[in-house]
């Protein structure tokens, strides 16, 4: 995303959303600061060989066995 500003301003309009002048400046930072953190996950390397898990179990400390 090069321009983040020009982003927020056509976004805005095109989901008819106002955004108060007073906030723009901090909506644009915002976003920067989202740009930036998605880019370090979308950019870590991740090998090939690489499976996803069959089950999300977010217990899976304290239960092994999957809820199907």
Do not use: C, G, H
Not at 5 to 20: C, F, G, M, R
Not at 47 to 58: G, H
């Amino acid at each position: 995303m090069n321009n983040i500003s020009e982003y927020v301003a056509q976004t805005a309009q095109l989901i008819d959303l106002p955004i108060n002048p007073e906030y723009r400046e901090a909506v644009i930072s915002n976003l920067e600061q989202i740009a930036a953190i998605a880019q370090l996950i979308t950019e870590f390397p991740l090998s090939d060989k690489i499976e996803i898990a069959p089950v999300f179990n977010p217990d899976w400390k304290t239960d092994s066995t999957p809820n199907l």
